[in-house]
Protein backbone atom coordinates (compact mmCIF):
# COMPACT_ATOMS: atom_id res chain seq x y z
CA UNK A 1 0.00 0.00 0.00
CA UNK A 2 2.45 2.41 0.83
CA UNK A 3 4.71 1.98 -2.69
CA UNK A 4 4.22 5.40 -3.74
CA UNK A 5 3.01 8.36 -2.03
CA UNK A 6 0.03 8.91 -4.30
CA UNK A 7 -1.66 6.11 -3.42
CA UNK A 8 -1.06 5.56 0.50
CA UNK A 9 -4.33 6.37 2.40
CA UNK A 10 -6.33 5.30 -0.55
CA UNK A 11 -8.62 2.03 1.45
CA UNK A 12 -11.74 2.15 -0.67
CA UNK A 13 -11.82 1.94 -4.56
CA UNK A 14 -12.48 5.27 -5.71
CA UNK A 15 -14.33 3.61 -8.80
CA UNK A 16 -16.66 0.98 -7.45
CA UNK A 17 -16.38 1.92 -3.44
CA UNK A 18 -14.82 -1.46 -2.33
CA UNK A 19 -12.31 -2.06 0.08
CA UNK A 20 -8.60 -2.14 -1.16
CA UNK A 21 -6.28 -4.74 0.42
CA UNK A 22 -3.31 -3.47 -1.97
CA UNK A 23 -2.44 -1.90 -5.27
CA UNK A 24 -0.66 -3.55 -8.46
CA UNK A 25 1.76 -1.09 -10.51
CA UNK A 26 2.18 -1.63 -14.04
CA UNK A 27 5.01 0.52 -16.06
CA UNK A 28 2.31 1.24 -18.90
CA UNK A 29 2.98 3.90 -22.42
CA UNK A 30 0.38 5.36 -23.13
CA UNK A 31 -0.99 6.37 -26.48
CA UNK A 32 -1.62 9.58 -27.58
CA UNK A 33 -3.27 11.24 -30.48
CA UNK A 34 -1.93 14.14 -32.50
CA UNK A 35 -3.00 16.31 -35.35
CA UNK A 36 -1.83 19.18 -37.21
CA UNK A 37 -3.31 22.55 -36.71
CA UNK A 38 -3.32 24.18 -40.72
CA UNK A 39 -1.04 26.52 -42.10
CA UNK A 40 1.37 26.49 -39.27
CA UNK A 41 1.36 22.69 -39.17
CA UNK A 42 1.96 22.72 -35.23
CA UNK A 43 1.68 19.05 -33.76
CA UNK A 44 0.06 18.96 -30.92
CA UNK A 45 -0.35 16.14 -28.25
CA UNK A 46 -3.58 14.84 -26.54
CA UNK A 47 -2.40 13.17 -23.45
CA UNK A 48 -5.84 11.39 -22.54
CA UNK A 49 -3.90 8.22 -21.78
CA UNK A 50 -0.67 9.47 -20.81
CA UNK A 51 2.43 7.28 -19.77
CA UNK A 52 3.24 6.62 -16.58
CA UNK A 53 3.09 4.08 -13.84
CA UNK A 54 -0.91 3.06 -13.29
CA UNK A 55 -2.37 1.83 -10.21
CA UNK A 56 -5.07 -0.79 -10.39
CA UNK A 57 -6.71 -1.25 -6.62
CA UNK A 58 -6.56 -4.88 -5.70
CA UNK A 59 -8.86 -7.08 -5.78
CA UNK A 60 -11.29 -5.62 -7.84
CA UNK A 61 -8.35 -4.36 -10.40
CA UNK A 62 -10.07 -1.00 -11.27
CA UNK A 63 -7.17 1.79 -12.48
CA UNK A 64 -7.36 4.22 -9.81
CA UNK A 65 -6.45 7.87 -11.20
CA UNK A 66 -4.34 9.14 -8.28
CA UNK A 67 -2.95 13.03 -7.80
CA UNK A 68 0.35 13.47 -9.13
CA UNK A 69 3.42 12.59 -6.60
CA UNK A 70 6.28 14.86 -5.86
CA UNK A 71 8.36 15.52 -9.88
CA UNK A 72 11.37 14.87 -7.90
CA UNK A 73 13.81 12.36 -9.32
CA UNK A 74 13.98 9.21 -6.69
CA UNK A 75 14.92 5.89 -6.27
CA UNK A 76 12.77 4.18 -4.20
CA UNK A 77 15.04 0.59 -3.28
CA UNK A 78 14.08 -1.76 -5.70
CA UNK A 79 15.77 -4.00 -7.78
CA UNK A 80 17.80 -3.04 -10.84
CA UNK A 81 19.14 -4.68 -13.87
CA UNK A 82 22.79 -5.50 -13.46
CA UNK A 83 25.40 -6.51 -15.79
CA UNK A 84 25.14 -9.84 -17.56
CA UNK A 85 21.50 -9.91 -16.90
CA UNK A 86 19.64 -11.64 -19.99
CA UNK A 87 16.58 -10.59 -21.89
CA UNK A 88 14.40 -13.52 -24.08
CA UNK A 89 12.09 -12.67 -26.77
CA UNK A 90 8.85 -14.37 -26.98
CA UNK A 91 7.28 -14.92 -30.27
CA UNK A 92 3.27 -15.97 -29.52
CA UNK A 93 1.31 -17.57 -32.40
CA UNK A 94 1.62 -19.20 -36.07
CA UNK A 95 2.49 -15.94 -37.75
CA UNK A 96 5.68 -15.87 -36.45
CA UNK A 97 6.24 -19.45 -38.17
CA UNK A 98 5.87 -18.23 -41.60
CA UNK A 99 8.33 -16.31 -43.82
CA UNK A 100 7.01 -12.98 -43.18
CA UNK A 101 7.08 -13.76 -39.45
CA UNK A 102 10.46 -15.26 -39.29
CA UNK A 103 12.24 -12.29 -40.81
CA UNK A 104 10.07 -10.14 -38.57
CA UNK A 105 11.54 -12.19 -36.11
CA UNK A 106 14.91 -11.47 -36.94
CA UNK A 107 14.64 -7.95 -37.44
CA UNK A 108 13.39 -7.47 -33.73
CA UNK A 109 15.87 -9.88 -32.61
CA UNK A 110 18.96 -7.37 -34.07
CA UNK A 111 17.41 -4.51 -33.01
CA UNK A 112 16.67 -5.76 -29.51
CA UNK A 113 20.18 -6.48 -29.31
CA UNK A 114 21.41 -3.25 -30.18
CA UNK A 115 19.52 -1.52 -28.03
CA UNK A 116 20.84 -3.49 -25.32
CA UNK A 117 24.28 -2.94 -26.69
CA UNK A 118 24.54 0.57 -27.57
CA UNK A 119 26.90 2.62 -25.24
CA UNK A 120 25.44 5.66 -25.15
CA UNK A 121 21.40 4.69 -25.06
CA UNK A 122 21.58 2.01 -22.81
CA UNK A 123 24.72 2.68 -21.50
CA UNK A 124 24.23 6.14 -20.15
CA UNK A 125 21.93 4.08 -17.96
CA UNK A 126 24.99 3.68 -15.86
CA UNK A 127 24.27 6.86 -14.09
CA UNK A 128 21.29 5.00 -12.24
CA UNK A 129 23.57 2.02 -11.50
CA UNK A 130 22.31 0.08 -13.87
CA UNK A 131 24.36 -2.56 -15.82
CA UNK A 132 23.86 -3.87 -19.51
CA UNK A 133 23.04 -7.32 -20.67
CA UNK A 134 22.58 -9.60 -23.57
CA UNK A 135 20.19 -11.05 -25.74
CA UNK A 136 20.22 -14.82 -25.24
CA UNK A 137 18.40 -16.98 -28.42
CA UNK A 138 14.85 -16.25 -28.71
CA UNK A 139 11.85 -18.64 -28.18
CA UNK A 140 8.83 -18.74 -30.58
CA UNK A 141 5.69 -20.24 -29.14
CA UNK A 142 4.03 -21.57 -32.36
CA UNK A 143 0.31 -22.43 -30.36
CA UNK A 144 -1.87 -19.65 -31.64
CA UNK A 145 -2.79 -17.40 -28.89
CA UNK A 146 -6.35 -16.20 -27.48
CA UNK A 147 -7.60 -12.93 -29.34
CA UNK A 148 -7.18 -11.02 -26.08
CA UNK A 149 -6.13 -11.60 -22.76
CA UNK A 150 -5.66 -10.05 -19.54
CA UNK A 151 -2.49 -9.17 -17.93
CA UNK A 152 -2.93 -11.77 -15.17
CA UNK A 153 -3.53 -14.56 -17.72
CA UNK A 154 -0.59 -13.13 -19.17
CA UNK A 155 1.31 -13.79 -16.13
CA UNK A 156 -0.08 -17.15 -15.82
CA UNK A 157 0.68 -17.75 -19.35
CA UNK A 158 4.46 -16.77 -18.45
CA UNK A 159 5.09 -19.22 -15.41
CA UNK A 160 3.69 -22.36 -17.89
CA UNK A 161 5.96 -21.79 -19.81
CA UNK A 162 8.40 -21.63 -17.40
CA UNK A 163 7.03 -24.55 -15.70
CA UNK A 164 7.18 -26.40 -19.00
CA UNK A 165 10.49 -26.04 -20.21
CA UNK A 166 9.12 -24.08 -23.17
CA UNK A 167 10.78 -20.78 -22.11
CA UNK A 168 14.40 -21.38 -20.18
CA UNK A 169 14.16 -19.20 -16.57
CA UNK A 170 16.24 -16.52 -15.86
CA UNK A 171 15.15 -15.63 -12.39
CA UNK A 172 15.59 -11.87 -11.25
CA UNK A 173 18.21 -11.86 -13.31
CA UNK A 174 16.69 -10.94 -16.38
CA UNK A 175 13.46 -10.64 -18.09
CA UNK A 176 11.73 -11.39 -21.41
CA UNK A 177 10.11 -9.27 -24.06
CA UNK A 178 6.66 -11.06 -25.38
CA UNK A 179 5.56 -10.17 -28.74
CA UNK A 180 2.03 -10.74 -29.38
CA UNK A 181 0.93 -11.79 -32.57
CA UNK A 182 -1.13 -9.31 -35.44
CA UNK A 183 -4.92 -9.02 -34.27
CA UNK A 184 -4.28 -9.92 -30.57
CA UNK A 185 -5.00 -7.22 -27.50
CA UNK A 186 -4.29 -7.17 -24.43
CA UNK A 187 -5.96 -5.71 -21.76
CA UNK A 188 -4.84 -3.88 -18.09
CA UNK A 189 -8.54 -3.79 -15.92
CA UNK A 190 -11.09 -2.66 -18.30
CA UNK A 191 -8.03 -0.41 -20.78
CA UNK A 192 -7.49 -2.53 -23.87
CA UNK A 193 -4.17 -2.34 -25.96
CA UNK A 194 -4.17 0.47 -28.51
CA UNK A 195 -6.74 1.83 -27.42
CA UNK A 196 -6.03 2.53 -24.31
CA UNK A 197 -2.04 2.08 -24.56
CA UNK A 198 0.93 0.93 -26.44
CA UNK A 199 2.58 -1.83 -24.34
CA UNK A 200 3.73 -2.04 -20.89
CA UNK A 201 6.14 -3.50 -18.31
CA UNK A 202 5.28 -5.48 -15.23
CA UNK A 203 6.58 -8.66 -13.13
CA UNK A 204 4.63 -11.60 -11.74
CA UNK A 205 5.98 -11.35 -8.91
CA UNK A 206 7.40 -8.17 -7.11
CA UNK A 207 10.72 -7.83 -6.80
CA UNK A 208 10.95 -11.98 -7.04
CA UNK A 209 10.38 -11.68 -10.92
CA UNK A 210 10.12 -13.51 -13.27
CA UNK A 211 10.17 -9.70 -15.05
CA UNK A 212 8.40 -9.28 -18.67
CA UNK A 213 7.61 -6.65 -21.25
CA UNK A 214 4.40 -6.93 -23.41
CA UNK A 215 4.86 -5.41 -26.96
CA UNK A 216 1.40 -6.12 -29.52
CA UNK A 217 1.76 -6.14 -32.62
CA UNK A 218 2.41 -2.39 -33.62
CA UNK A 219 -0.86 -0.28 -33.08
CA UNK A 220 -1.67 1.69 -36.43
CA UNK A 221 -1.63 4.82 -34.54
CA UNK A 222 -0.98 6.60 -31.11
CA UNK A 223 2.31 5.23 -30.67
CA UNK A 224 4.27 7.06 -33.38
CA UNK A 225 5.10 10.71 -33.87
CA UNK A 226 8.04 10.05 -36.37
CA UNK A 227 6.93 7.58 -39.05
CA UNK A 228 4.73 5.40 -40.73
CA UNK A 229 6.79 2.22 -40.02
CA UNK A 230 5.13 -0.39 -37.77
CA UNK A 231 9.11 -1.38 -37.08
CA UNK A 232 9.83 1.77 -35.84
CA UNK A 233 6.49 1.97 -33.86
CA UNK A 234 8.02 -1.26 -32.66
CA UNK A 235 11.29 -0.25 -31.73
CA UNK A 236 10.40 3.10 -29.97
CA UNK A 237 7.96 0.86 -27.68
CA UNK A 238 10.34 -1.94 -27.02
CA UNK A 239 13.35 0.43 -26.31
CA UNK A 240 11.29 2.60 -23.97
CA UNK A 241 10.02 -0.69 -22.00
CA UNK A 242 13.56 -2.18 -21.59
CA UNK A 243 14.77 1.31 -20.12
CA UNK A 244 12.20 1.28 -18.17
CA UNK A 245 11.85 -1.93 -16.90
CA UNK A 246 16.06 -1.96 -16.38
CA UNK A 247 15.41 1.17 -14.31
CA UNK A 248 12.25 0.20 -12.45
CA UNK A 249 12.23 -3.65 -12.32
CA UNK A 250 9.31 -4.05 -10.21
CA UNK A 251 6.95 -0.81 -11.46
CA UNK A 252 7.17 2.04 -8.40
CA UNK A 253 10.61 0.55 -6.51
CA UNK A 254 12.91 2.04 -8.85
CA UNK A 255 14.08 4.81 -10.44
CA UNK A 256 10.99 7.25 -10.86
CA UNK A 257 10.13 10.86 -11.28
CA UNK A 258 6.66 11.49 -9.45
CA UNK A 259 4.05 8.73 -10.73
CA UNK A 260 6.32 8.84 -14.23
CA UNK A 261 9.20 6.39 -15.08
CA UNK A 262 12.25 7.70 -16.67
CA UNK A 263 10.78 7.60 -20.59
CA UNK A 264 7.67 8.86 -19.78
CA UNK A 265 9.19 12.18 -18.55
CA UNK A 266 10.42 12.68 -21.84
CA UNK A 267 7.48 11.24 -24.07
CA UNK A 268 5.49 14.54 -22.75
CA UNK A 269 8.89 16.46 -24.19
CA UNK A 270 8.87 13.89 -26.99
CA UNK A 271 12.03 14.24 -29.78
CA UNK A 272 12.93 11.84 -32.75
CA UNK A 273 15.25 9.54 -32.00
CA UNK A 274 17.79 6.75 -33.23
CA UNK A 275 20.32 4.75 -32.14
CA UNK A 276 23.76 4.47 -34.01
CA UNK A 277 22.35 1.23 -35.69
CA UNK A 278 19.64 3.19 -37.00
CA UNK A 279 16.46 1.86 -34.85
CA UNK A 280 13.73 4.71 -33.29
CA UNK A 281 14.11 4.71 -29.74
CA UNK A 282 12.36 6.98 -27.05
CA UNK A 283 14.51 9.09 -24.99
CA UNK A 284 14.81 8.71 -21.18
CA UNK A 285 15.44 11.59 -18.61
CA UNK A 286 19.56 11.98 -18.31
CA UNK A 287 19.92 13.27 -14.92
CA UNK A 288 23.93 14.07 -15.51
CA UNK A 289 22.94 16.91 -18.23
CA UNK A 290 19.19 17.26 -16.92
CA UNK A 291 17.83 16.50 -20.16
CA UNK A 292 16.42 13.92 -22.33
CA UNK A 293 18.74 11.63 -23.94
CA UNK A 294 19.28 12.95 -27.70
CA UNK A 295 21.35 11.09 -30.50
CA UNK A 296 22.31 14.33 -31.11
Keep these: ?153 LKEQILSWINSNEIRDVSNKGAYNLFLPPGMTVTLSSETSCAFFCDYHDTVDAEKGPFYTVEPYPCSSGCNNCTSSEFDTLTMGLSEEMVELKTDMDPGTGWVIGNEELCDYCDAHFVCNRISTGEYVNAWYDRAKDACWSSR
Design 1 to 153: MDRCKSCTGIVSCPVCGSPISSFSHVGVRGNETSFNIPVIDYKLKLGSNPSGIRHYAQPCDHRVITQAASPDLVYNGGPLWGNGYSWINVYWGKFYTTEAGKAWVARVDRATSDIETNPSYSGGLRQYNVGMGKLLESITIPAEPPSSMSNSQ
